[in-house]
């Protein structure tokens, strides 16, 4: 069982910056494809970044140029770089794992993390 655990969400105003972090219990980032998902309220679960264990990086346009996913092998960490936020970015944020090396679309994740809530205030 791989656990992760979200950090770093909260309010922040609009044009601002946050950075999620997502923790694994073990260095399952090095051999699984891994992405950022979203949810807001109403609306369907969306992918906002996928990384690969090759460093493979993968941005919906409504993010791209905005958001940045990295990696630290030490520390077994995943992080999310949001900038120049947007109220329509508030949602609560998913860290994932998919099964293979692949990024994970939301059928095939394996692992979910519990999420952090970033709201973007006008």
């Known amino acids: 069982q791989v656990h992760l655990v979200e950090s770093g969400g909260g309010l922040v105003q609009a044009g601002g910056s946050l950075r999620l972090s997502c923790a694994a219990s073990?260095?399952?980032?090095?051999?699984?494809?891994m992405g950022w998902f979203r949810q807001a309220p109403g609306k369907e679960r969306e992918r906002v970044a996928g990384?690969?264990?090759?460093?493979?990086?993968t941005y919906p346009d409504s993010v791209k140029g905005r958001f940045t996913v990295s990696r630290d092998h030490a520390k077994s960490t995943v992080y999310l770089q949001m900038n120049s936020l947007k109220p329509d970015d508030t949602a609560v944020y998913y860290c994932?794992?998919?099964?293979?090396?692949?990024?994970?679309?939301?059928?095939?994740?394996?692992?979910w993390g519990q999420g952090t809530q970033v709201t973007v205030a006008s």
């Open positions: 073990g260095s399952i980032f090095s051999n699984n494809g």
């Open positions: 990384l690969t264990p090759g460093g493979v990086t």
């Open positions: 994932a794992v998919g099964s293979t090396w692949l990024m994970p679309l939301t059928s095939s994740v394996k692992y």
